[in-house]
């Protein structure tokens, strides 16, 4: 396995390596839900390519951006055990030199959701994601599920930056009791932790209604959002069921859609969601520029 830091060294590496290429974007503090995109990543391709950089531009508040997590030597021993070829560890003046002066801005998939309660979030996701895309120019990219708007709102740039990257989503990685794994759950107490598979618990409900028949949007966030109160650490940020591939609240859940929401324990947020009907974000599926 190779590391390389500089973009004149991805490039020079990525120079020799056998195609099609794929490319695993990740912030470090690496667990089985990267693991997992990093296996299927080697299932498709030739070469597989992981980026470990934490995005100053993409966290709203700094305090979240200086605690986030960080094991840059455990995370590259993850990687050579997954067999990964190259990783690429940039410093943030490699990846924004002085004198970077451009966002990339997604409309309205980005708007709602994460997009309103952190803003300015996917700005720099999609900027991040727009130069590591253009850079690696890697066939296939994959990103996980549990941050569906997230994967939606990168097609969206991908697609109409008309960059020629495959974007695919990969299904959640779930604990035993059903949290889903993030980098974010280390700062759990452990009482939070204890209490935070209710974000799962809450979205089960709502599908076990919907499931059972339930088509207005207000029981199913209703539904969520008994569970979540339910439960004194737990402080419900937004619960969401919104249209499947353009995000907006529904009234009536007729077609695909994604059941989300975002909860508070102390000063750790955490997300997660769950589609209903086909795939809100395309568990599978593949969109070609
Ligand atoms: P992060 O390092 O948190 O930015 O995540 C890097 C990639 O891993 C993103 O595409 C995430 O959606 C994905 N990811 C994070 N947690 C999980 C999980 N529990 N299951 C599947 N994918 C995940």
Same mark, same amino acid.
Request: glycine content about 8%; proline content about 7%.
């Given at each position: =396995? +190779? %590391?390389?830091?500089?973009? #004149?060294?991805?490039?020079?590496?990525?120079?020799?390596? !056998?195609?099609?290429?794929? /490319?695993?974007?990740? =912030?470090?503090?690496?667990?089985?839900?990267?693991?997992?995109?990093?296996?299927?990543?080697?299932?498709?391709?030739?070469?597989? &390519?992981?980026?470990?950089? %934490?995005?100053?531009?993409?966290?709203?508040?700094?305090?979240?951006?200086? +605690?986030?997590?960080?094991?840059?030597?455990?995370?590259?021993?993850?990687?050579?055990?997954?067999?990964?070829?190259?990783?690429?560890? !940039?410093?943030? *003046?490699?990846?924004?030199?002085?004198?970077? $002066?451009?966002? @990339?801005?997604?409309?309205?998939?980005?708007?709602?959701?994460?997009?309103?309660?952190?803003?300015?979030?996917?700005?720099?996701?999609?900027? &991040?994601?727009? &130069?590591?895309?253009?850079? &690696?120019?890697?066939?296939?990219?994959?990103?996980?599920? +549990?941050? #569906?708007?997230?994967?939606?709102?990168?097609?969206?740039?991908?697609?109409?930056? #008309?960059?020629?990257? $495959? @974007?695919?989503?990969?299904?959640? @990685?779930? *604990?035993?009791?059903?949290?889903?794994?993030?980098?974010?759950?280390?700062?759990?107490?452990?009482?939070?932790?204890?209490?935070?598979?209710?974000?799962?618990?809450?979205?089960?409900?709502?599908?076990?209604?919907?499931?059972?028949?339930?088509?207005?949007?207000?029981? /199913?966030?209703?539904?969520?959002?008994?569970?979540?109160?339910?439960?004194?650490?737990?402080?419900?940020?937004?619960?969401?069921? #919104?249209?499947?591939?353009?995000?907006?609240?529904?009234?009536?859940?007729?077609?695909?859609?994604? /059941?989300?929401?975002?909860?508070?324990?102390?000063?750790?947020?955490?997300?997660?969601?769950?589609?209903?009907?086909?795939?809100?974000?395309?568990?599978?599926?593949?969109?070609?520029?």
């Amino acid at each position: =396995m +190779k %590391v390389v830091r500089t973009r #004149a060294e991805l490039r020079e590496a990525l120079g020799a390596a !056998p195609r099609p290429v794929g /490319l695993v974007p990740t =912030m470090g503090w690496l667990h089985q839900g990267h693991r997992e995109l990093i296996r299927r990543a080697r299932s498709d391709n030739a070469t597989t &390519v992981v980026t470990i950089f %934490v995005n100053p531009r993409q966290f709203n508040e700094a305090a979240d951006y200086t +605690k986030y997590p960080r094991n840059e030597e455990r995370d590259l021993a993850m990687c050579s055990d997954e067999g990964v070829d190259l990783v690429f560890a !940039p410093g943030v *003046e490699e990846i924004y030199p002085p004198g970077f $002066d451009t966002a @990339v801005s997604v409309g309205a998939v980005a708007r709602p959701l994460e997009g309103a309660a952190r803003p300015g979030h996917f700005d720099g996701v999609a900027t &991040v994601v727009a &130069v590591l895309f253009n850079l &690696v120019g890697a066939e296939r990219a994959y990103f996980g599920q +549990k941050d #569906a708007q997230q994967v939606m709102v990168i097609r969206q740039m991908a697609c109409d930056l #008309a960059i020629g990257t $495959d @974007v695919l989503a990969c299904p959640t @990685v779930r *604990e035993p009791d059903g949290l889903a794994l993030s980098s974010r759950n280390v700062h759990l107490s452990p009482a939070e932790r204890s209490t935070a598979p209710v974000l799962h618990r809450a979205l089960l409900a709502a599908r076990r209604r919907w499931e059972s028949g339930e088509r207005s949007g207000d029981a /199913l966030r209703d539904a969520m959002w008994q569970v979540l109160t339910a439960e004194p650490l737990a402080r419900p940020d937004y619960v969401s069921v #919104a249209d499947g591939s353009t995000l907006a609240e529904l009234e009536r859940v007729d077609g695909p859609a994604l /059941l989300s929401l975002a909860v508070r324990f102390g000063s750790t947020r955490l997300i997660d969601n769950e589609p209903l009907g086909a795939p809100a974000s395309g568990t599978d599926r593949r969109e070609r520029v």
